[in-house]
């Protein structure tokens, strides 16, 4: 049975998945979740019946499902092992591994979708303070994130050695979505370098919000 992902193009974890299918060179079908039309189709009972938490990603691989987008990558690494996403040493494992982490867990968060659908709808907030708090906890991770980047010895052409792995591939979405919002990044050199060595790959390229087939 295909490997099927259930994802929307413009969603930072659903990007990562992605990226993540693409280096390991695994074919898989994309189907659309769109998050906003229609109230969500993430809500839909179809849907939730596989992710009980409405949110996306969600791969079907195997006959089974699996959601969360650091599992999903998990598990593919370790059914497909090769090319490798971490590097082998433990203390490099971990670096990679604190850096996406870094990403996923204290940056997107608290700029997910439903987090901004939250402060609009029922907080009320104005659309430039809703700006502000995106642009204030973006720069504050990006600034970190820089700095484990910019000051580590085993940065070199990606996030950690010459090779993309985890740490990259949730880098990029980031910046994707710092773009999009117009934020500043020209702050952050080191990681402006990586996301540009990491798009002129071609597993990059094809998994980029634009070349989705729901692309809007």
């Known amino acids: 049975m295909p490997r099927k992902l259930y994802g929307y193009f413009r969603s930072s974890a659903a990007y990562r998945v992605r990226i993540a299918l693409e280096l390991k060179r695994l074919s898989w079908q994309s189907e659309s979740i769109h ?3 229609d109230g969500g189709k993430q809500y839909s009972a179809p849907y939730q019946s596989i992710n009980p938490l409405s949110l996306v990603p969600t791969l079907k691989d195997n006959n089974t499902h699996h959601t969360q987008s650091l599992a999903i990558i998990e598990y ?8 490798s996403l971490l590097p082998k040493d433990p203390i490099a494992r971990a670096r990679v591994r604190a850096i996406a982490l870094s990403i996923a867990c204290d940056i997107h968060p608290l700029n997910n979708l439903r987090v901004l659908k939250y402060l609009t709808n029922i907080l009320t907030v104005s659309d430039s303070a809703r700006m502000e708090w995106y642009a204030h906890w973006l720069s504050k ?6 700095v484990m980047l910019a000051e580590h010895r085993d940065t070199g052409s990606f996030c950690h050695g010459d090779t993309p792995g985890l740490a990259d591939i949730c880098l990029v979405p980031q910046v994707f979505n710092a773009n999009r919002f117009d934020c500043d990044l020209t702050r952050f050199p080191t990681i402006l370098r990586i996301n540009e060595k990491c798009m002129a790959l071609d597993a990059f390229q094809k998994a980029q919000p634009a070349n989705q087939p729901d692309a809007e």
């Open 141 to 146: 991770g990006f600034e970190a994130i820089e």
């Open 35 to 37: 998050l906003t039309k």
């Open 76 to 83: 593919l690494e370790e059914l497909y092992p090769e090319p």
